[in-house]
Structures are given as structure tokens and as C-alpha cells.
């Protein structure tokens, strides 16, 4: 087969991206590619040799005879598995490959149970443990987080879920049926305003490393946190609405149907793969709202990490890039 795959090119670089980063369609078929939930079904051993096989590459050793294409997908596992700034292998729940199969589950079953308290805290509490994992998961991982710090964050934010959900249960009883059926995204809408900052607090008090165009090192600025981690939340509940506002409307439409009344076992089911359906287009759009190497304008930084800047490399530096994190 050698003779027929195309040998890497001279001059191949495994971690330029395939497509431009600076349009959103550009981003979006990056993130399908990454975020495609079949990779979670890689077993350990092929996602540890395609690390091998990335570093190597980034290193020159290309094994004689490997193909691009071999080589593309061993970045597409690489960059669904391991983190972007550690090279640490992801735990399989924080993963976004894993958001659409968790994701649905998740969302289908809070969409189904709403009606009752007990219901909506026992899923709400699920969900923000999931949250917490993912969020945990894709921090910007130069910043280190104590275990007392995630364990606020998380009690704080499924506190704001919780406080969210049942106090507007409670409010929607006298309400039109389908503004109940809202209730379960905006108390994923509230929670992830405070889980995202909390879990990834440690960015917004010392800041994050920043860098040039060449990724020299400039210092860290409190700022570009605040920047990247308000993308993030922005683009969750992006993630999260198409499904969890539309879905209502179409559950309560057809549960009006006698068919639909007669096969009440399926509701949740039928649910969870709907939930799926939008969250297999809406996970890789929501991440493709942003840039993923996030830029800050020299004149919004810190006024100290400005002048520094300034004083090294006078304007020769307009823009500062950092990684936000997913």
C-alpha cells in the first residue's frame, strides 16, 4: 500500500490547523472533527500511540511510510484526548467528544423530569457535577486550582442550579405549561455564569500566561482571563439552548397527539435523542463561536503588563494570544 498513500510533505506541520482559525466555518469543522463523539470508543492503547505519533512528528521522526492522512488522525485523537496545554490525557467524562453521548442523557433527562422538586434537584445536581468535570477538565491548565477551590466552586454553582430550578418550579406552577418546560436550561443558563468563573478562578486572580504572534511568553494578565472565561460561558449556553428552548416546543406539541399519550414510557427517551440530534450540531458550533487562541488588544491589558510590553519590544506588538480554554 506504500505506493499508493501520499508521503508527508517536507515542510508539514502537524499543528498548523487544517482550517482557518479565523472564520467561524473554518472553526467549526476544526471542532467536529474533535469534538466527533466516536473517538471516545478509542481504546486507550490507539489514543496513546497517536501521542506518540504527534510528538514524534513535532520532533521530526516521522515513521518511514506513515501517510497524512494517518498522521491527520492521529492529531484529530490527540487533540480529543489529551489537553492542549499539558499533553495530559483527559479523563473520558471532561472530554468534549464526550459531550454529545453525556450531553443528551443529561439534558433529555432534565427535560423530562421537571415537574416534581425531588426530580429537578436530583438532576440538576447530576448536571453541574458533569459541568464541574468538564469545566475542570478544559481549564486553562497553566493555571493550577487547589482542591478546596473546586470543591467552592462546585458546591457554589449547583447551589445557583438548584436555587434557580426550584425556585422558578415553584413560581411556574401557576404558569403556562410550556414556560415550566424552560425552567431546566435557565438554571443551566445560571449555573454556568457561576460555575465557569469559580472552577477556573484561579485565571481571574494571577491571570493567564499571554504571548506574541511567535508564542513568546509576555507575562500573565487578569484581564484576558476575564476575556476568555466570559467567551466560555457565552459559548455554553449557546451549546445548551437550541435543545433545551426548542425541545419544549416540540414535546409539548406532539404530547398533544393520542399516539404520543398511549406510548408515555418513550417520552424520555424519545427525549434524550432529540437531545442528541441538536447537540451533535450545536457542541461544535457553540465552540466555534470564538476564536480558540484567544487575542486582546495591547491597549486593553493592564496598565503594569502593558508598559512592560512596551519597554521590551516597543509597538512591534499590537495583539497578545492566549489559549481560553474550551
Not at 32 to 53: M, Y
Not at 70 to 98: C, T, V, W
Not at 186 to 209: K, S
Request: hydrophobic share 45%; net charge positive; proline share 6%.
Amino acid at each position: 500500500t506504500h505506493g499508493e498513500m501520499a508521503t508527508v510533505s517536507l515542510g508539514f506541520n502537524i499543528d498548523a490547523p487544517r482550517w482557518d482559525q479565523s472564520t467561524f466555518v473554518g472553526r467549526l469543522k476544526h471542532f467536529l472533527n474533535i469534538t466527533d463523539p466516536r473517538t471516545v470508543l478509542v481504546p486507550e492503547e490507539e489514543l496513546d500511540r497517536a501521542k506518540a505519533l504527534v510528538e514524534g512528528c513535532r520532533a521530526g521522526l516521522v515513521p518511514p511510510g506513515s501517510s497524512q492522512e494517518q498522521l491527520l488522525y492521529a492529531k484529530k485523537l490527540y487533540d480529543s484526548a489529551f489537553h492542549p496545554d499539558s499533553g495530559e490525557k483527559m479523563n473520558l467524562i471532561g472530554r468534549m467528544s464526550f459531550q454529545v453521548p453525556g450531553g443528551m442523557a443529561l439534558t433529555g433527562c432534565m427535560l423530562q423530569f421537571y415537574r416534581t422538586v425531588p426530580a429537578v434537584v436530583f438532576w440538576q445536581w447530576v448536571n453541574q457535577s458533569f459541568n464541574a468535570i468538564v469545566n475542570y477538565t478544559n481549564r486553562n491548565a497553566a493555571s493550577p486550582i487547589s482542591l478546596r477551590q473546586i470543591g467552592v466552586a462546585y458546591v457554589t454553582a449547583t447551589g445557583t442550579a438548584l436555587a434557580t430550578a426550584v425556585g422558578l418550579n415553584l413560581y411556574t406552577k401557576r404558569a403556562p405549561p410550556l414556560l415550566a418546560r424552560w425552567v431546566p436550561f435557565a438554571a443551566v443558563a445560571a449555573a454556568n455564569c457561576v460555575n465557569i468563573p469559580m472552577m477556573r478562578q484561579q485565571e481571574i486572580i494571577n491571570g493567564v500566561t499571554v504571548t506574541d504572534g511567535d508564542n513568546n511568553e509576555l507575562g500573565c494578565s487578569r484581564r484576558a482571563a476575564v476575556k476568555g472565561i466570559a467567551q466560555v460561558v457565552v459559548s455554553r449556553i449557546t451549546m445548551a439552548a437550541p435543545g433545551m428552548i426548542i425541545l419544549p416546543i416540540i414535546m409539548e406539541r406532539l404530547e398533544k397527539f393520542p399516539f404520543m399519550q398511549r406510548i408515555r414510557v418513550l417520552h424520555g427517551p424519545l427525549q434524550v435523542l432529540l437531545c442528541g440530534g441538536f447537540l451533535l450540531i450545536m457542541v461544535p458550533a457553540a465552540c466555534a463561536l470564538f476564536p480558540q487562541r484567544c487575542s486582546l488588544a495591547l491597549t486593553d491589558l493592564e496598565p503594569e503588563l502593558r508598559d512592560s510590553i512596551m519597554a521590551k519590544h516597543g509597538d512591534k506588538v499590537p495583539y497578545v494570544y492566549f489559549n481560553k480554554g474550551l
